[in-house]
């Protein structure tokens, strides 16, 4: 069974830090490459940050570059999110998926909430 679960989601003021995880079990973590999703409310879902298989390329959304790091341990099947200097306008559920070819698992996603 695919699974992605998300944790590390929370309240953070203006400035702070969160570092998200996603915990991938029933397929092969290593064939996929990662990708952290947000959707705040009203808004339409917005590609935040990617990682290729071995973590050798990576992307980002301009509104996150030199704040976000997105990073994975294979040997943990886990993909992270460093955020750091958190804005109100990050405020979203953060979602992370799994992607190969046409094949894409999703998680249930993280609630962040920056806010003073």
């Known amino acids: 069974q695919v699974q992605l679960v998300e944790s590390g989601g929370g309240l953070v003021q203006p400035g702070g830090s969160l570092r998200l995880s996603c915990a991938a079990s029933g397929f092969i973590f290593t064939n996929y490459g990662m990708t952290w999703h947000r959707q705040a409310p009203g808004k339409e879902r917005e590609l935040v940050a990617s990682?290729?298989?071995?973590?050798?390329?990576?992307t980002y959304a301009d509104s996150v570059k030199g704040r976000f790091t997105i990073s994975r341990d294979n040997a943990k099947n886990t993909v992270y999110l460093q955020m750091n200097n958190l804005k109100p306008e990050d405020t979203s559920i953060y979602f992370c998926?799994?992607?190969?070819?046409?094949?894409?698992?999703w998680g249930q996603g993280t609630q962040v909430t920056v806010s003073s």
């Open positions: 998926s799994a992607t190969r070819g046409a094949f894409q698992y």
């Open positions: 990682i290729n298989t071995f973590g050798k390329f990576t």
